[in-house]
């Protein structure tokens, strides 16, 4: 089976966290380096950061897909502006899948292994309705 998790805010005030499906803490030495904490913490974000421009550039229902190359092979992560557990800007939270991974199949896991919290991003105040911020990245 191939390795999916998340890294981000489980819960209000939790701090930032890599979880797998079942709720265990996937640790650094369980990752690719280039997945590590600080690594999803800043480099897939879904906008670039700009200083001091926090709302305008980091809009809730931007996803950003990236496909990184890791000394373990590849991997995908689904990254996503996302206030619901931290309501601080820069919050964002990554699905992060072992393998080369479309949109399509990154959501499909997402709503198989973590459906409620996708249900909590989705349900967030100012989380975009209709119509959508940019169909290309929604």
Known sequence: MSQFFYWGCWGRGSGHRCLDPQGNH?????????????QLDGSYLPTPQIP?????????????????????????VLSMWDRSGDS???????????????????????????PELMHRILNQPDWPRLPPLDEKDI
């Open 52 to 76: 001091h421009r926090f709302p305008p550039n980091q809009p809730l229902g931007v996803q950003k897909l990236t496909n990184v190359d890791t000394k373990r092979g590849k991997y995908t």
């Open 26 to 38: 996937v640790s650094t030495f369980d990752r690719p380096d280039e997945l590590n904490d600080r």
């Open 88 to 114: 601080r800007y820069g919050s964002h939270s990554n699905f992060v899948s072992e393998g080369e991974k479309t949109r399509e199949e990154m959501k499909a896991l997402i709503d198989t292994h973590f």
